[in-house]
């Protein structure tokens, strides 16, 4: 969880309404609560495992550059986070056979049941997130977020 602004939990007055401040908090709770989500229930994966099965799950085998660049995942990252799926039998890299320098990586059926599994923690973490907005709230909440995030 984000650690308060001060030692008394104030926050001020001129950063209150602004809504850079209001994302970044949003963010940083956001953040706590995937991180405290993987802890409890990911058995040592991390988000970035997630979202890397999940690329893999969606679009198919993929180089590993590839599956880097479409997970905003930096590259030297890429390569670690996938020596760590591949030792827990989650992907397997072959080598690809149009350019033998180039490996690619596919998920295995291990994998995918294990996305599944990470599905639940990280849909109790959006409960969670989102509790204090009503249902309505909540639609009204994404599509703005998602206005904001597609925005550059």
């Given at each position: 969880m984000p650690a308060p602004h001060g030692p008394d939990g104030r926050t001020p007055a001129r950063l209150e309404g602004r809504a850079t401040w209001l994302v970044s908090r949003?963010?940083?709770r956001a953040f706590g609560l995937l991180n405290a989500g993987f802890e409890a229930h990911g058995e040592g994966l991390r988000g970035y495992h997630y979202r890397l099965l999940a690329a893999l799950?969606?679009?198919?085998?993929a180089s590993q550059a590839e599956v880097?660049?479409?997970t905003g995942i930096d590259r030297s990252d890429v390569t670690?986070?996938?020596?760590?799926?591949?030792?827990?039998?989650?992907v397997?890299?072959?080598v690809d056979p149009a350019n033998k320098r180039r490996k690619i990586v596919t998920?295995?059926?291990?994998g995918a049941a294990r996305l599944l599994e990470l599905d639940k923690v990280i849909d109790g973490i959006q409960r969670e997130?989102?509790?204090?907005?009503?249902?309505?709230?909540?639609?009204?909440?994404?599509?703005?977020v998602a206005l904001l995030a597609d925005k550059r």
């Amino acid at each position: 969880m984000p650690a308060p602004h001060g030692p008394d939990g104030r926050t001020p007055a001129r950063l209150e309404g602004r809504a850079t401040w209001l994302v970044s908090r949003a963010h940083a709770r956001a953040f706590g609560l995937l991180n405290a989500g993987f802890e409890a229930h990911g058995e040592g994966l991390r988000g970035y495992h997630y979202r890397l099965l999940a690329a893999l799950e969606e679009w198919g085998p993929a180089s590993q550059a590839e599956v880097g660049r479409s997970t905003g995942i930096d590259r030297s990252d890429v390569t670690a986070v996938l020596t760590d799926l591949e030792a827990r039998g989650l992907v397997v890299r072959s080598v690809d056979p149009a350019n033998k320098r180039r490996k690619i990586v596919t998920i295995t059926e291990q994998g995918a049941a294990r996305l599944l599994e990470l599905d639940k923690v990280i849909d109790g973490i959006q409960r969670e997130f989102l509790a204090p907005l009503t249902p309505a709230q909540r639609r009204q909440f994404l599509g703005l977020v998602a206005l904001l995030a597609d925005k550059r």
